[in-house]
Nanobody
Framework: EVQLVESGGGLVQDGGSLRLSCATS????????IGWFRQVPGKEREGVSC????????YYRDSVRGRFTIFRDNDKDTVYLQMNSLKPEDTAVYYC?????????????????????WGQGTQVTVSS
C-alpha cells in the first residue's frame, strides 16, 4: 500500500523559507512520479513540482521555478520541497502525491486527478 506523510508546514514571513517533507513507503520509487500540489479554499488544486523516480528529472510550475527545489533523500525514502523566497500567494495546503508512471508522470503536473495516492496535507502560511 502506498503511503505518504507530509510534514514541515508552518507560518513564515514574506521572503522566508520552509522545507516540506514527504515520507514515502509501500512502492518502488523508480517506478513512480512524486508530486507536490497545493490548494487554497475555493480554488482547484494545482501542481507545484514533481520528481520522476525513473530518471530524477524535475518539473516546476512557472511561479515557483527558481525559488522551490524538489529532491529526494534515497536513504530515507523521503521527498523534500525546499521553498525559498516565499510569498503570501504561496499560502496553501500542500499535498504530496504519487502515481505509477504508466498511469501518470510529471508532465501531468497540471492534472492532479491523475495521481492516485495522496498524503494528508500540511498548511503553509506566508504572512506579508
Amino acid at each position: 500500500e502506498v503511503q505518504l506523510v507530509e510534514s514541515g508546514g508552518g507560518l513564515v514571513q514574506d521572503g522566508g523559507s520552509l522545507r516540506l517533507s514527504c515520507a514515502t513507503s509501500g512502492f518502488f520509487f523508480d517506478d513512480y512520479a512524486i508530486g507536490w500540489f497545493r490548494q487554497v479554499p475555493g480554488k482547484e488544486r494545482e501542481g507545484v513540482s514533481c520528481l520522476m523516480g525513473s530518471d530524477r528529472s524535475t518539473y516546476y510550475r512557472d511561479s515557483v521555478r527558481g525559488r522551490f527545489t524538489i529532491f529526494r533523500d534515497n536513504d530515507k525514502d523521503t521527498v523534500y520541497l525546499q521553498m525559498n523566497s516565499l510569498k503570501p500567494e504561496d499560502t496553501a495546503v500542500y499535498y504530496c502525491a504519487a502515481e505509477y508512471i504508466i498511469k501518470a508522470a510529471c508532465w501531468d503536473l497540471e492534472s492532479p486527478n491523475l495521481f492516485g495516492s495522496w498524503g494528508q496535507g500540511t498548511q503553509v502560511t506566508v504572512s506579508s
